[in-house]
């Protein structure tokens, strides 16, 4: 995306929030509620999370002595500088004075000077430089890539670089607005090629981001946006219409919405977040969708919120390090820690266990994470199994771990359980072993 209309101060104010642990998405909708400009300070703000690294050392490099704590500002304005250059989508000069102008906005005009002469020695030695800093190229925090060269020992430099580039823009139709080929033929019209795809019938790629009201239709609900792994949920799942389905962390609706157009009539949503529950309700009115049980819940607490009728099909789209969604994400580089992942473990293992309970015997789960960590995905599951008798691993030739990249789509890992009655006999450690086999499983 070319940076055009760019509030620089705005730019800079938001990097340092990313930078002490706000979300990207939050950051957004605060800063950036509008489409007007939004897109450009979405494209520089990623950019600068997924080169982190790289730019934090290109810095260091340039700068003969550190900055100061109260210039944190400047160090801002330099990555966001730097990474506008060495993308190279508008003329250097422009970049350049378009920058040291910026220490007007910081109210640092002394500044200008060592703006200037940095950024421009970075376009004099940019090969050196750039050398210089070939180990840093990763941008991934140490305890991910060791853990990631532990489980992928072959594929590990394919998901680091496959979480730094640019994800491509995925479309979900809404069958009930439009077929998927007619709307392939208005967006083939507006100039916006677009590549389908066989297993996910109502799936459309774009591999050039636009904004979303750029899409023919969406006001009209014709479309929506959600990655092709997790338009997969939906599908293995396959609810019937006459089932009763929960969807347990609904929030933002994207799987939530999926199921609705599958025809199902008796639908509970659940979310801790009631902001990111009325953007569902939002989300079903532009879609034009019925409205469903909708509550702001725990999904654990079952006495909370549930009303004593078991359900056919479950969702859970479980919390998760987000390891497998960097690409879209890039902020997770930064707030993710290596003790968050036994955390999210812990409250996976309340929600399995919690929800397992308002599952009938014969209906079905659905356990899904947007993360490539075994620890979350496949032991997860075979811990699980392990502990209840009355379940099994349901085989589904979409279940197991995705990796990012596989197919231009997230990283995502599925596992379907079946609900038993006690009387059946089941091999435990025939199950449990193919979930093992699964955290590691390329289907």
């Not at 430089?129 to 991934?140: F, K």
């Not at 790629?205 to 959600?226: C, F, Y």
């Not at 939530?256 to 953007?279: C, I, K, M, N, P």
Request: net charge neutral; with cysteine; glycine share 6%.
């Amino acid at each position: 995306m070319k940076p055009a209309r760019l509030d620089r101060g705005l730019a800079i104010a938001g990097l340092q929030r990313l930078w002490a642990g706000t979300r990207l998405d939050d950051l957004l909708m605060e800063m950036a509620p509008e489409q007007a400009g939004r897109g450009t300070l979405q494209w520089l703000w990623s950019a600068c999370l997924r080169q982190h690294g790289s730019l934090r050392r290109l810095t260091e490099l340039l700068l003969r002595k550190a900055l100061r704590p109260e210039d944190e500002d400047l160090s801002a304005l330099l990555h966001l500088a730097l990474e506008e250059l060495r993308a190279g989508q508008r003329p250097d000069f422009a970049v350049v004075n378009d920058w040291v102008g910026a220490c007007a906005l910081l109210h640092k005009e002394w500044a200008r000077g060592l703006v200037n002469a940095l950024l421009r020695r970075y376009l004099r030695e940019r090969e050196p430089l750039e050398e210089q800093i070939r180990d840093a190229h990763w941008n991934h925090p140490q305890w991910l890539v060791r853990r990631l060269q532990q489980v992928y020992p072959t594929q590990w430099p394919d998901i680091l670089a496959a979480n730094l580039r640019e994800a491509p823009l995925w479309l979900r139709v809404n069958p009930q607005a439009i077929t998927p080929a007619a709307y392939a033929e208005r967006l083939a019209e507006a100039s916006l090629p677009a590549q389908s795809h066989a297993g996910l019938p109502e799936a459309l790629r774009l591999d050039t981001a636009v904004p979303v009201r750029a899409l023919p239709g969406w006001e009209r609900g014709w479309v929506s946006i959600q990655d092709g792994a997790a338009q997969r949920a939906a599908h293995i799942l396959a609810p019937r219409p006459d089932e009763r389905v929960l969807d347990a962390c609904a929030a933002p609706g994207g799987k939530t919405t999926h199921l609705l157009s599958f025809g199902v009539r008796q639908l509970t949503a659940l979310d801790r977040s009631q902001a990111r529950l009325e953007r569902l309700r939002r989300e079903l009115q532009r879609l034009q969708l019925p409205l469903p049980s909708l509550h702001v819940a725990d999904a654990a607490d079952v006495d909370a919120w549930w009303d004593g009728m078991v359900f056919d099909a479950i969702l859970l789209d479980a919390p998760c390090t987000a390891s497998g969604v960097i690409r879209r994400h890039p902020d997770i580089l930064l707030r993710r820690r290596e003790d968050d992942v036994e955390r999210v473990r812990h409250e996976q293992r309340r929600l399995l266990a919690a929800l397992w309970r308002v599952l009938k015997p014969g209906g079905r789960l659905l356990y899904c994470t947007c993360s490539v960590l075994p620890e979350e995905n496949g032991e997860q599951i075979a811990s699980f199994l392990e502990e209840h008798d009355d379940a099994r691993a349901l085989p589904h030739p979409q279940c197991g771990q995705r990796l990012p990249g596989e197919e231009g789509m997230d990283g995502f890992f599925y596992a379907l359980l079946g609900k038993i009655p006690m009387a059946v006999p089941v091999s435990r450690e025939t199950d449990g072993a193919h979930c093992r086999a699964a955290a590691q499983d390329r289907v």
